[in-house]
Nanobody
Framework: QVQLVESGGGLVQAGGSLRLSCAASSGSIFRFNTMAWYRQAPEKQREWVAIVTSIGRSNYPDSVKGRFTISRDNAKNTVYLQMNSLKPEDTADYYC??????????WGQGTQVTVSS
């Protein structure tokens, strides 16, 4: 059973940067059709922030476009989320997810990001 393990969260000042990592244990990320990052702030719904396909195509919502970059290192079975120009409203728990070709999906346990003003 593949597990996704996020890391890299923490406390950063507004305008700063963080890089989140999502490592797939016991398996290749090639088994996933897409991999994505979501976030959930307190008392808010979970929202999508970045997605990358198996061939490296990425997409972002307007709220993070130009500031966040998703990438994948197939050799390391890891997906990254580079977050620049962070804002207090980016504060949330960030989750990595992998979607299989059959539509099944798994989630990581999340990593907390706090952006202070």
């Amino acid at each position: 059973q593949v597990q996704l393990v996020e890391s890299g969260g923490g406390l950063v000042q507004a305008g700063g940067s963080l890089r989140l990592s999502c490592a797939a244990s016991s398996g290749s990320i090639f088994r996933f059709n897409t991999m994505a990052w979501y976030r959930q702030a307190p008392e808010k719904q979970r929202e999508w922030v970045a997605i990358v396909t198996s061939i490296g195509r990425s997409n972002y919502p307007d709220s993070v476009k130009g500031r966040f970059t998703i990438s994948r290192d197939n050799a390391k079975n890891t997906v990254y989320l580079q977050m620049n120009s962070l804002k207090p409203e980016d504060t949330a728990d960030y989750y990595c997810t992998g979607t299989y070709y059959n539509g099944g999906q798994i989630w990581g346990q999340g990593t907390q990001v706090t952006v202070s003003s």
